[in-house]
Structure formats: structure tokens, C-alpha cells
């Protein structure tokens, strides 16, 4: 991560970031606070928290198939009334199954989240590499390579610890995000502090 001193705060670039930087850095301290908090309770109990994902994506594909077939009822001559019909069928089918069968609902969720996490990554660090001159890109290279950890774990782990492992993941992934915001809004706050002062 860059070291900021008298040179950078005359660049043009800092001095942008440092006129939007207070109100920017407090809600990424807020964030990677709430963040952080989250991420400690998911390791707490790793197994509460796989159960609520779960839940919550099973609710959300419930909510999301009947607003399909809620939708298909009023467009019956549309040519894409038959996908837009299947696809609700199928999308309250695995809502529910998540619900009715939470273990298997993690389990699934365990591959889609590894996969989703390594495309993560690979953001984050194509990210990292693009905005060294307007960004503490150390954080979130770092970031970045604790993600793609996670998710290369979770696609070789065990049918039998996807579940405990998913609450520990996640939870280790709030953390991390939650550092990267907090590291974010400090830098943000020391830019706007040396901006200020060599103004």
C-alpha cells in the first residue's frame, strides 16, 4: 500500500478522492465494522449460520418463482410464456427442496458458493492491479487471494464438513471484506487529512 506524503497530496488524483473522502470513509468504517461483526458471529456458531443461508435462498427462489408464474399468468399469447413458466416451476421446486432438505440445500450451496468465490477472486485481484494509484490495493489483493483460498477449499472439501465449513467460510470472508472496507476508509480518512493540511 502506497505511503501518502506532501508529493501525493498535491497530485491531482489524491486531491479528487481526499474532496469526497469524509462521507466515503465513514460508511466504509461502518461497513467493515457490520461486516466484521457478522463474519464473528458466522464462526460462533458456523452451522446457524449455513442453516440461514439456506433459508434465505430457499425464501428468495420461492419469492422469485411465484413472481414468474405470478407474471405468466397475464401473458399468455408471449412466445416466452413456457420458459418463463418452467423456470418459476423449477425455481419454487428448489426453494423448497433448500427448505424441506437443508442438508442437501448446503451442500449444493457449498459447490455454487466455491465457484462464486473464485470468479470473486479473480475481480478482486484483477481489480487490485488496476487501481494502485486510487486505492490502498494492498487490502484488496490480500482480499482477493483469501477469497480464492476459500472458494478453492470449498470445492475440495468433504460432503460430509460443507456445512460447518460454509458458516467458517463465510464468516471468514465477511472479515476479510470487512478489513478491506475498514482499510479503505482509513486510507481515505489519512488522504483527506494530508490533503487538508497542504492545501
Not at 461502518?30 to 435462498?57: H, K, Y
Not at 412466445?79 to 442437501?104: D, K, Y
Not at 455454487?112 to 485481484?125: H, M, P, Q, R, W
Request: with cysteine; aromatic share 8%.
Amino acid at each position: 500500500m502506497p505511503i501518502l506524503d506532501s508529493n501525493h497530496s498535491r497530485d491531482p488524483d489524491v486531491a479528487r478522492i481526499a474532496s469526497m473522502a469524509g462521507p466515503i470513509a465513514t460508511w466504509c468504517l461502518v461497513l467493515g465494522g457490520v461486516l466484521a461483526v457478522l463474519g464473528g458471529l458466522a464462526l460462533a456458531s458456523p452451522w446457524a449460520a449455513s442453516t440461514v443461508i439456506d433459508v434465505f435462498c430457499g425464501v428468495t427462489l420461492i419469492a422469485a418463482g411465484i413472481s414468474q408464474l405470478a407474471m405468466t399468468a397475464g401473458t399468455l399469447t408471449y412466445r416466452g410464456f413456457w420458459l418463463t413458466l418452467v423456470c418459476g416451476a423449477l425455481s419454487i421446486m428448489a426453494g423448497t427442496g433448500m427448505l424441506v432438505l437443508p442438508e442437501a440445500g448446503i451442500d449444493a450451496m457449498v459447490v455454487f458458493l466455491g465457484l462464486a468465490l473464485l470468479f470473486e477472486s479473480v475481480a478482486k485481484l484483477a481489480a487490485a492491479f488496476s487501481i494502485r494509484k486510487d486505492f490502498p490495493w494492498g487490502w484488496l489483493l490480500f482480499d482477493g487471494m483469501v477469497t480464492g483460498l476459500l472458494g478453492g477449499i470449498l470445492l475440495t472439501t468433504k460432503p460430509a464438513e460443507a456445512g460447518i465449513l460454509l458458516g467458517i467460510f463465510v464468516g471468514i470472508n465477511l472479515i476479510s471484506s470487512g478489513a478491506t472496507f475498514a482499510g479503505a476508509g482509513w486510507w481515505m480518512r489519512r488522504a483527506e487529512k494530508l490533503a487538508s493540511s497542504h492545501a
